[in-house]
């Protein structure tokens, strides 16, 4: 009961309160506001972002300007310091990381995160856990429940490995694939969580010219395959621009730009920070 | 549809091995062939396997470190004897006594895995090592003030002295404080070890090569990536722990009634940790190596009886063999681990 009523009040007082009936039509995310304070240091300052339902966008910046942390607060990684965050018209304040994913967002990681010592598939099974269907005795008793969900999922693992053309590795470990081939296994994982917004943290980090093209097409493909939104952060200027329909440009944790990838690429402020940031500290990462 | 034919390949092969094992142990038992030293080590063979299985879930697979193995080993071992005692009456078969016992061994080790998992497995970070290795020294120092009897009106307990239980004087006491477990009727068999080591295998390797199993898995590999994928953390370290615990607990039962006596003394840190030998010598996450570190190191000292002088060089010496046979790039890495696992952790 307390709960509901405390529920309430935070809908009403949101700015980004909508009626049921106009969710269909609804962004799948609408940030206002965010903030985080690590101790003394503000990395992010008031983010605000909308994105649409089956939207692409783009959030660039130089290293250290707190893309990821923006990232970690969508996913609960860290809870923010400020302000709120509305998946599909509800808010995330009092979710953890498992929740937010059952909500609706995946993600992959700058760092990639496989299960390194699992197989292919058994890392996209992972990605499944929550729509494969059975409990821990049937696991162990073989019981007609483990046959029929463990085919359900053993082909649905196949069918999203196949998106990438990665089904022939299905048995590989995670750990002795190729760069490319992690990240986009990674890819992969996420989208078996059935989300409804993507979230890639510099998908094409370390692939060749012909491997970031096939990356642009494929996200394109699962953004019209499954009908999801994709936020992706990424440091490939031909990748942001070709694909984002929408791009937030953050510097030192606050929003400098906003714009379509036009917008963007004439804005002196960008350019600025770019040239800037190039000049005085060359590409250190996390 | 390959992977799965291979992964229960291998299982199958466990259960081979296992079986092949029981037959020729068995037969040179019954031919006389066997010591009878070595013909006494069925039954806690066994046992051990069946331990360095169970922990072997939780080091190899959930990524856990475990000091207090033996602790569950403890309580099964008591439990199931109070149980078997008590049931002496109205239970007449022996073997079906003993399935209870184990039964009744696997549960209250199971309750204590959730006792101590519970609080601590929702934490990050090596806390488990720390309240293990603290459980099995409490369980050792409350079972030696421990003194349980039972008579005509069912089980007494006390906490200073067998007298101070008010038993009718015809009841018999079963566990008498340091002195432990008294009169215990024996009714292991090393067929019955052998029963408990396959259905060790087969909850074990089913279990990982199930949904649950790989999200223990992921978890190990990977917390932080295992959480955005929507897995439950704390319910699935907590499955591991209490189902290995459960286990050891069905070990401790059949160890107990091997012997007429039992001392708590016995399931103290040095068997935690020998049953951590096995698990990391026979290779982290590797159940073969797992049995068969547990029938080498226990067997070995027996049969190197006869060599006094060489004994402890010729040990040596196959502690070193076994770790170069068996993964020990993985143990050096889970060493590391052990280390690393803070810095791995942040995000
Ligand atoms: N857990 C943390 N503790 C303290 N500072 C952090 C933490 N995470 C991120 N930061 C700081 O926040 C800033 C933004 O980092 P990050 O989001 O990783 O940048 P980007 O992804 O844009 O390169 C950096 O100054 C970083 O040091
Ligand atoms: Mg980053």
Redesign the pocket.
Known sequence: MANDKEQKLVRVQSPNFLPEKELKNAPILEVSHLGID?GG?T?VDDFNMVVGQTEICGLI?P???????VFNMLTKV?QPSRGTIMLAGKDTHSMNTIQVNQAGIARTF?NIRLFDKLTVEDNVKIGLHNSINYGMFEGIFRLPGYWKEEKKSHEKALELLSLFDMQDLANDYAGSLPYGAQRRLEIVRALATNPKLLLLDEPAAGMNPSETQELMDNIRKIRDVFGIAVLL?EHDMNLVMGICEKIVV?NF?KIIAKGTPSEIQSNPEVIEAYLGKAATTPGK?? | MKMISKKSLNGFINYGIIIVLFIIFQSLLSTKHLSSSLSGQLVPICAYVVMALSLNLVVGFSGELSLGHAGFMSIGAFAGVIASTALSGSVTSGGFRLLIAIIVGAIFAALAGVVIGIPVLRLRGDYLAIVTLAFGEIIKNVMNCMYIGVDSNGLHFSIQDANSMGMEPTGTIIVNGPMGALGIKKLSTFLAGTILILITLFIIQNLVNSRSGRAIAGIRDNRIAAEACGIQITKYKLMAFVVSAALAGSAGALYALNYSTVVPKKFDFNTSILVLVFVVLGGIGNLRGSIIAAIVLTVLPELLREFQDYRMLVYAIVLIVVMIVTNNEKASAFIKGIFNKKSKE?A
């Not at chain 1, 290293?63 to 942390?69: L, Q």
């Open positions: 690590f240091l990395a910046g290293n250290g300007a707190g893309k990821t942390t860290y700058q952060i953050l944790g990462e996390a | 942040v």
